[in-house]
């Protein structure tokens, strides 16, 4: 059963400040050591291996930067820095990119990366049926060419800031391989090893890659369903590290613990309750408030993450540049809720459905929402439904009054400037900054504009922004080198050792 | 468990009688409004909450005498649905002949090989999850053990001579029904429905534990069991209760079956 959504959840990472990659690791005890196989613990099965056919937050955990390398990286630090491309060129207008490709990189199938290689691997990402997360983003590219081997000359529609960081998630694949859902074909550091549906996902080292080889021989990707299983596996020693705790009450066996290391990184990934701005009572900003202040957003952030975690009042989180905390803007206060939902007309009350995905902690979360708000005269029918029932009902279908969901992108505020997005929010002014962020000439003329919009948003209670999860990586004590801001989604394993 | 006799089904009594009460109680008196989440997060037991209080601070207590309930009616409701269903069904193939006979035998056959939780999957999908589709679901997978062993029954009392006295004396397929078949069947039924009540209440709580049962904020024993997992470590009350509950209620049914069977006549040894 598939956890947090796949389109949404599909690139998430991170942008993190913080530590790198590589804390100090531990003197390597020999080579032996050294090339030990990882077993790595995930809540997140790949629904299938192709980051653009809905193969969801586990393959991008499990295969972006491992298995398939983009043009960019994003490091767990959050800076963009150079990958498969060597340099650029930006035309003065700001719409012409030219790529030189890095020489010498062949695909796991042993042909060598050509420009063509990557022209088709951004069309795939922005084509019609792509269900990648970044597909919105790319409609600014024009064309892409490739007037030689290893040169790819890209054309924007308009000026676009963030392309490089969002060609970071374009993975480069072997333009002749027509399915990637159950094969691969990318050029980084590992090569898929097999894949048990269902159990375990193994990554093996790939002799013919460009660059430094994998601390590791390895790693393997063990899939729970539950993380009480998933934290057992950690203490028998069947899995060495968990990419992402989910329960605050599992680390108390941890934490003190000299054979294990717990770290608290930051997450990118919001807990939503999500509106549909299109539908009544919800297509008024004065309820939505009214909602948004009748809970209490801390004390529900206690109950489910018990002192960990973050409260963020609008969409971005404390890593993102346009960051603010806008908490007060909606604050938790009951008689002002009464009084919003009386000057809007629902002076009495009303009664909604909220489509609850049927994992952890929606239903929790479900629970907390009905009681409070049944405070201010509004009746919750919860509605639990599977993911999949979720993303053809609530966000295809558009089918909802209100649904919770885990949004685990960064820089995803963005998505409130397009008014075709599930939720349905349109001001035009929102979409007219988010575009204009989006031309920006500098980084903080876009971090200007981006910071209005996801103010205005807050003022309209676009959604409401419930909590912002923690991200808690666990792992042996003799474990090294891993992402601790992992964020959700990317865990790059090449630098991982044990020993 | 044979032998145990009118101890066992006193003890059974006792057991089906405790939870029972509780579900009654529930109705009139709760400790706390089940939506107060006002007690903090996983209080320990003792003080205000006897049992303690869930991550949202609700009293379990509370939790677990509403789940008492729900328990109760799945319980029930499968075992109605499954019981009128199933021995419909089963006097319609104990009275049919040759090849629909057989294919009615199929029939059930193959519906009692589909696992219930599968089926429960199903109805879910085409419904929505709640206590009237886990009891849909519940009740219509037991029906065809229900009617399995009615038609057996039903077979073994039409081959009496009785019966064929009565037919040629000229009593109606209902009369001999109602005078010779049922009176003669329902012992052995009695039992066995008391039984399946019991696999009734852990259906239920399976499918609740998967999410698939009643929706929150119905404190289902399965959903707080499910709840109380991620928390078993530091706040073991919570998965403790609901389990002890539902051994509690599902041992008691079986007690009551096993008395009942050794009461039935025909079965006392």
């Keep these: 059963m598939t956890r947090k959504f796949a389109g949404v959840a599909v690139a998430l990472a991170l942008a993190l400040a913080a530590c790198g990659s590589d804390p100090a690791a531990a003197p390597q005890e020999g080579a032996g050591s050294g090339a030990a196989t990882i077993e790595i613990g995930s809540l997140y099965e790949p629904q299938n291996l192709d980051n653009t056919a809905g193969g969801g937050q586990g393959v991008t955990e499990t295969f972006n930067?491992?298995?398939?390398?983009?043009?960019?990286?994003?490091?767990?630090?959050?800076?963009?820095?150079?990958?498969?491309?060597?340099?650029?060129?930006?035309?003065?207008?700001?719409?012409?990119?030219?790529?030189?490709?890095?020489?010498?990189?062949?695909?796991?199938?042993?042909?060598?990366?050509?420009?063509?290689?990557?022209?088709?691997?951004?069309?795939?990402?922005?084509?019609?049926?792509?269900?990648?997360?970044?597909?919105?983003?790319?409609?600014?590219?024009?064309?892409?060419?490739?007037?030689?081997?290893?040169?790819?000359?890209?054309k924007l529609s308009s000026r676009s800031i963030s392309l490089l960081y969002n060609l970071s998630y374009v993975w480069i694949v072997n333009a002749d391989v027509k399915d990637l859902t159950t094969g691969e074909d990318g050029t980084g550091p590992y090569k898929l090893g097999s894949w048990k549906r269902g159990s375990t996902l193994s990554l093996e080292p790939f002799p013919g890659y460009w660059g430094p080889k994998p601390a590791n021989g390895g790693v393997v990707f063990h899939y729970f369903t539950e993380a009480t299983a998933l934290n057992n596996a950690l203490i028998t020693g069947a899995v060495d590290v968990v990419t992402s705790e989910q329960s605050p009450d599992a680390l108390a066996q941890f934490t003190g613990n000299p054979d294990y290391k717990v770290a608290e990184g930051h997450s990118t990934t919001k807990l939503?309750?999500?509106?549909?701005?299109?539908k009544a009572p919800f297509d008024k900003p004065l309820v939505r408030k009214a909602v948004s202040s009748a809970i209490d957003d801390a004390k529900l952030l206690e109950s489910i993450w018990a002192?960990?975690?973050?409260?963020?009042?609008?969409?971005?989180?404390?890593?993102?540049?346009?960051?603010?905390?806008?908490?007060?803007?909606?604050?938790?206060?009951?008689?002002?809720?009464?009084?919003?939902?009386?000057?809007?007309?629902?002076?009495?009350?009303f009664r909604f459905t909220l489509d609850t995905p049927n994992y952890d902690p929606h239903p929790t979360v479900a629970t907390f929402v009905k009681s409070e708000l049944a405070k201010v005269g509004i009746t919750v029918d919860i509605n639990v439904i599977t993911a999949d029932e979720w993303y053809s009902k609530v966000f295809k279908k558009r089918d909802f009054a209100a649904t919770l969901q885990e949004h685990v992108n960064d820089r995803d505020v963005v998505w409130y400037g397009n008014p075709d997005f599930y939720w349905?929010?349109?001001?035009?002014?929102?979409?007219?900054?988010?575009?204009?962020?989006?031309?920006?000439?500098?980084?903080?003329?876009?971090?200007?504009?981006?910071?209005?919009?996801?103010?205005?948003?807050?003022?309209?209670?676009?959604?409401?922004?419930?909590?912002?999860?923690?991200?808690?990586?666990?792992?042996?004590?003799?474990?090294?080198?891993?992402?601790?801001?992992?964020?959700?989604?990317?865990?790059?394993?090449?630098g991982i050792k044990k020993g | 468990m044979r032998g145990l006799g009118s101890k066992g089904l006193a003890a059974g009594c006792v057991l089906v009688g405790v939870v029972l009460g509780v579900a009654v109680v529930s109705l009139v008196w709760l400790p706390y409004d089940p939506a107060d989440t006002s007690g903090g997060r996983l209080v320990p037991p003792g003080g205000e909450h006897l049992l303690g209080t869930d991550k949202l601070g609700r009293d379990l207590l509370t939790q677990l005498m509403i789940g008492a309930r729900i328990a109760l009616v799945a319980g029930g409701g499968s075992v109605l649905l499954g019981g009128v269903l199933g021995v419909l069904a089963g006097l319609a193939a104990g009275f049919a002949t040759r090849w629909l006979d057989d294919a009615l035998?199929?029939?059930?056959?193959?519906?009692?090989?589909?696992?219930?939780?599968?089926?429960?999957?199903?109805?879910?999908?085409?419904?929505?999850?709640?206590?009237?589709?886990?009891?849909?679901?519940?009740?219509?997978?037991?029906?065809?053990?229900?009617?399995?062993l009615t038609r057996i029954l039903v077979k073994r009392v039409l081959a009496q001579d009785y019966i064929t006295a009565a037919r040629t004396s000229g009593s109606s397929w209902p009369r001999i029904i109602a005078e010779?078949?049922?009176?003669?069947?329902?012992?052995?039924?009695?039992?066995?429905?008391?039984?399946?009540?019991?696999?009734?209440?852990?259906?239920?709580?399976?499918?609740s534990y998967l999410g698939l049962g009643p929706p929150p904020p119905n404190a289902s024993w399965g959903r707080l069991l499910h709840e109380a997992q991620a928390t078993v470590l530091t706040a073991p009350v919570g998965a403790i209760a609901p389990g002890v509950l539902l051994v509690v209620l599902v041992v008691g049914v079986n007690l009551v079956a096993d008395g009942l069977r050794d009461l039935a006549p025909g079965r006392s040894r």
């Excluded at chain 1, 042993?110 to 019609?128: C, P, Q, Y």
């Excluded at chain 1, 504009?449 to 004590?477: F, G, H, M």
């Design chain 1, 65 to 154: 930067g491992n298995v398939y390398e983009g043009l960019y990286r994003l490091t767990d630090a959050g800076q963009v820095e150079n990958l498969l491309a060597e340099s650029e060129k930006v035309s003065d207008d700001g719409l012409t990119y030219t790529f030189e490709l890095r020489q010498g990189v062949t695909f796991h199938s042993g042909k060598a990366l050509t420009a063509a290689d990557v022209k088709h691997s951004i069309e795939r990402v922005s084509a019609e049926d792509s269900q990648s997360a970044r597909k919105s983003q790319l409609q600014v590219i024009k064309s892409v060419t490739a007037p030689d081997e290893h040169t790819v000359v890209v």
């Design chain 1, 272 to 278: 939503l309750l999500a509106f549909n701005d299109r």
């Design chain 1, 307 to 349: 002192g960990h975690g973050s409260l963020i009042g609008s969409m971005v989180p404390p890593t993102d540049p346009w960051y603010e905390d806008l908490t007060k803007v909606n604050p938790y206060d009951v008689e002002l809720a009464k009084k919003q939902l009386a000057e809007a007309g629902y002076a009495g009350g």
């Design chain 1, 424 to 494: 349905g929010y349109d001001n035009k002014q929102v979409t007219g900054w988010v575009e204009q962020a989006e031309r920006a000439k500098t980084a903080e003329e876009q971090t200007e504009l981006l910071k209005k919009a996801n103010r205005q948003i807050a003022e309209d209670a676009a959604s409401d922004w419930l909590y912002l999860y923690p991200q808690i990586v666990v792992a042996s004590s003799k474990l090294s080198g891993y992402p601790v801001n992992g964020l959700n989604s990317q865990f790059y394993a090449y």
């Design chain 2, 105 to 148: 035998a199929a029939a059930l056959d193959a519906l009692i090989a589909f696992p219930t939780l599968l089926l429960a999957m199903l109805v879910v999908a085409v419904r929505q999850a709640s206590l009237g589709s886990a009891v849909l679901a519940i009740g219509l997978a037991m029906s065809a053990v229900v009617a399995r």
């Design chain 2, 180 to 207: 010779h078949v049922l009176p003669n069947i329902w012992p052995t039924l009695l039992v066995n429905l008391a039984l399946q009540l019991g696999l009734a209440v852990l259906a239920e709580a399976s499918l």
